[in-house]
């Protein structure tokens, strides 16, 4: 074997290397967003989920404000 074909090799073996960890950067970046999207996603629920709390609460608050109205007419 000839010094050029094991520095052509090394320099095929280094490449590859890089491709694999550019690879698996951005599968791990695709990975983050993937997360980022599901947290959001999670927050927005989160969020519709307390205002609709919210809503009944207060629906239940006027409900109970006719009822002392009435118990007050009577």
């Given at each position: 074997m000839?010094?050029?074909g094991e520095g052509e090799r090394e320099e095929k073996r280094r490449?590859?290397?890089?491709?694999?960890?550019?690879?698996?950067?951005?599968?791990?970046?695709?990975?983050?967003?993937?997360?980022?999207?599901?947290k959001k996603r999670e927050k927005k629920k989160r969020e519709k989920e307390r205002e609709e709390k919210e809503r009944e609460k207060k629906?239940?608050?006027?409900?109970?404000?006719k009822e002392r109205e009435k118990e007050r007419e009577n």
């Open positions: 000839s010094y050029e490449e590859r290397g890089e491709e694999e960890r550019r690879e698996r950067r951005r599968g791990e970046r695709e990975e983050g967003e993937k997360e980022r999207e599901e629906e239940r608050e006027k409900e109970r404000e």
